[in-house]
Structures are given as structure tokens and as C-alpha cells.
């Protein structure tokens, strides 16, 4: 069965935003070092799941980005399929690679369906809305944070609601984020 997992940016108070959706926080310390282990576990992945703001802020840079420019990332995110759940998308279109389609309806269903399915894991990047929404119905099998050194007092939360997790793996990056791998159990 193919693995839903969901990567997140967050803060040390655990929110994935600042109070007016701001995520400053991660520029100032998103390194190359963060960029190619983020490129190694997207590795094991066919398919990305993204929410429509995700989608939106993503579009704006990736699609036009090569090898050169994004040596860790780019040849991961662009040729492989995205799901982008949006009841308001008509399209989702990627640059060239035409890769990228709306789930507007049955969200939940479909990806039980897809989890069945032959192929490698999915992963969701950033957003939470779908993140919250997967959890609350037992279809994220790995969280992977990114937790930043930094206290923002208010914004989005991750998680809304008790989630329980099996720690798999740690790791601290030379700028002080350090990544947990979690298994939903």
C-alpha cells in the first residue's frame, strides 16, 4: 500500500504560519543542506498532494526552475504528478509539464483509493487545511517536520486536534532546524 506523508515547515510553538500567513522564518535559514534532504525523501514519492494556497505560492516559482537553479529540487517537483484539492480551481496548470490536476470533490475518497493503488508514496508539501483534513480521517501514515528555531506566539496551527506518533528518525541541520520523522500510529 502506498504511504501518504506529509512535510511540514514549522515553528518551535508548532504553527506552519505567522499570524498574517507570514513564513519569513524559513527564508532567512532554508540552506542547501535543507534543500537536497528534501530532495532525498522525495525520492521514495510518484505523486504530490497540494492545497490550493500551496499550489498558488509553488506555481509562482517552480515550473520554470532547472536543475541548475534548484540542483536538489527541481527535477523531483516538476515532472511528477500533482494533485491540487480546490473547490474553486477550474485548472491547475504547471508551466510544460501539464502534470498537475484539481481534486475538487470526494477528496477523501479518492485518496483512499489512490493509497490502494500500485506506485510509490505521495507526499503532501505545506498545506495544512489538507494536512488537518487527512489526519482527521487516518489517511497520513508519516509526518516529516521541519522545525525552526524560532517562536512566532500566533498563526496557523498543524494540528487542531490530538494526533498520536511513534518518533522514527531525527536530524539537525548545521542552522539549527531539526527534522522529526513521525509515524501515525
Known sequence: MRKIIAVEFMTLDGFVSGPGLEMDWVEKIYTDEIAQALGEGQQSVDTFLLGRVTYHGMVSYWPEKTKEEEPFLADHINPKP????????????WGTYNNARVVKEHALEEMQKLKQQSGKDMMIIGSASLIQSFAKAGLIDEYVLYVHPVFVGSGAPLFQEKVNLKLLETKTFGNGVVRLTYQNI
Open 82 to 93: 500533482k494533485l491540487v484539492f480546490s473547490k474553486t480551481l477550474e485548472s491547475a496548470p
